[in-house]
């Protein structure tokens, strides 16, 4: 089955500053790699994904970088603001081909963003 | 607002009973996650429907069981509840890779 390890646990910036997040996987067949936002109290929100025929992807703030090779992506937040803080997670699929397997969610990094 | 529907929002029982968790996917999703999480193992994927049919499993226990409806939604079935099994469960709906959250129902068993 799927490992995946999450890194750091928790994560402090000050506000405008950048966070990044990384993600390391096991299967080398996964092909899609997305990273979920929780706030407290609420289910899980996709906020990007990333197949792997792409490296990089972004979406205004928030971005995605894959590196096959070593098995790892990474979540990249710039600029950040209060209401990003939340517990993130990466969750590839357990086997390859995403849509019709369940994730494996890494262990969550709780990000806070300092005033 | 995910599309994805979960009731009831949160339901406290005893140790022994059994209790069942609904969802209503998102409006055109076949598939069907069921999900848990708890503070020491995280958030685990259970189990899969798609169209009705069971798909793929993961960390269900045997007292757990569930089903999908020709309607599409569906329903988790917890039964001869532990003091453990007391989490957020969770479903997910999806059409393709992406993966819908509902809300979630809190269980405690006291």
């Known amino acids: 089955g799927e490992n995946v390890e999450q890194h750091p646990s928790t994560l402090s910036v000050q506000e405008g500053d950048s966070a990044v997040i990384k993600c390391t996987y096991s299967?080398?067949?996964?092909?899609?790699f997305p990273w979920y936002k929780q706030e407290l109290g609420k289910g899980p929100q996709l906020i990007i994904d990333?197949?792997?025929?792409?490296g990089e992807k972004k979406d205004q703030r928030i971005a995605v970088t894959l590196n096959k090779t070593a098995k790892h992506f990474s979540l990249h937040i710039t600029e950040t603001q209060p209401e990003d803080s939340a517990v993130y997670f990466c969750?590839?699929?357990?086997?390859?081909?995403?849509?019709?397997?369940?994730?494996?969610f890494g262990k969550g990094t709780h990000l806070i963003i300092q005033p | 607002d995910s599309g994805v529907t979960q009731t009831p929002k949160h339901l406290i029982t005893a140790t022994g009973q059994r209790v069942t968790l609904r969802c209503s996917p998102r409006?055109?999703?076949?598939?069907v996650y069921w999900y848990q999480q708890s503070l020491d193992q995280g958030l685990q994927f259970l189990i899969q429907?798609?169209?009705?049919?069971?798909?793929a499993k993961g960390n269900i226990l045997e007292r757990f069981s569930a089903q999908q409806f020709p309607d599409l939604h569906s329903e988790l079935n917890l039964s001869s509840l532990e003091l453990g099994d007391s989490a957020l469960y969770f479903c997910?709906?999806?059409?393709?890779?992406?993966?819908?959250f509902g809300p979630g129902t809190r269980l405690t068993v006291l």
């Open positions: 969750a590839p699929p357990l086997r390859s081909g995403g849509g019709a397997d369940g994730l494996t």
């Open positions: 990333i197949r792997s025929n792409v």
């Open positions: 299967d080398s067949a996964s092909n899609y």
């Open positions: 997910a709906s999806s059409v393709s890779d992406t993966q819908y």
């Open positions: 409006s055109g999703d076949l598939s």
């Open positions: 429907y798609y169209n009705g049919e069971e798909r």
